[in-house]
């Protein structure tokens, strides 16, 4: 799988929009763009996915670059509760046999949210 | 919304011993996945299982581990004989059929051995 590159950290204000950037130069046209979350003490949490196009659901927005070589995760107004890891990882959606869909995790973007 | 559950929430064993962790994945899921988080590290895979098997495993899921679905509805970790290294969080993990959509997690079963 495609390797992809994070910030280590950033930090917000409650209720401000936070942009989560996300580098995979060597992206194939296959990968999915996977951002996923993990709040302290829980399990890792599914944000959104997307190919090309750019995404939303209830929780975020995906931005997906023209050239796919990046994307921007999204909080439209970050809360307390959105203090997490965010993991960007690339999933190969025509992979249906050998590794049958394991994620990879980095270290992902430690985001901090003051009140 | 359908979730993933895990039992227990925190087992703590003596080395040497055996333990089972318990994994109630989404219903109408056919892949399961097992990782662990060793504390303050990333998480790593362990172990992917479809169709009553193992499709792939990394190179952590020696001959201690194994997996197993015993019913239609749990899906098992069982480590042999504990060590102190395998002290983690173990998270279960399950998706729908098309290998781009999203995985599930539950919320781990943390592991103390001692």
């Known amino acids: 799988d495609a390797k992809t590159t994070q910030p280590n950290s950033m930090e917000s204000n409650e209720e401000e929009p936070v942009h989560l950037p996300c580098n995979h130069s060597t992206i194939s046209g296959t990968d999915y763009i996977h951002w996923y979350r993990q709040l302290p003490s829980q399990g890792p949490e599914y944000v959104i996915h997307?190919?090309?196009s750019n995404v939303n659901n209830r929780m975020a927005s995906l931005a997906i670059a023209e050239d796919r070589k990046s994307s921007t995760l999204i909080l439209h107004r970050a809360t307390l509760r959105d203090a997490a890891v965010y993991y960007c990882?690339?999933?190969?959606?025509?992979?249906?046999?050998?590794?049958?869909?394991?994620?990879?995790f980095g270290k992902g973007t430690k985001l901090s949210v003051k009140p | 919304e359908p979730e993933v559950t895990q039992t227990p929430s925190h087992q703590v064993t003596q080395m040497g011993q055996e333990v089972i962790l318990r994994c109630v994945p989404i219903s109408n899921h056919l892949y399961f996945y097992w990782y662990r988080q060793i504390l303050g590290q990333k998480v790593e895979f362990l172990v992917s299982f479809y169709n009553n098997e193992i499709s792939e495993k990394s190179e952590i899921f020696d001959d201690q581990f194994s997996v197993e679905r015993p019913d239609g509805s749990n899906f098992t970790l069982k480590i042999r004989s504990t060590k102190l290294e395998d002290s983690a969080m173990y998270f279960c993990?399950?998706?729908?059929?098309?290998?781009?959509?999203?995985?599930?997690f539950g919320d781990g079963t943390r592991l103390s051995i001692l």
């Open positions: 997307g190919l090309t």
């Open positions: 990882i690339l999933r190969d959606g025509m992979n249906y046999g050998g590794s049958q869909g394991n994620l990879i």
């Open positions: 993990a399950s998706r729908a059929d098309t290998s781009h959509q999203p995985q599930h």
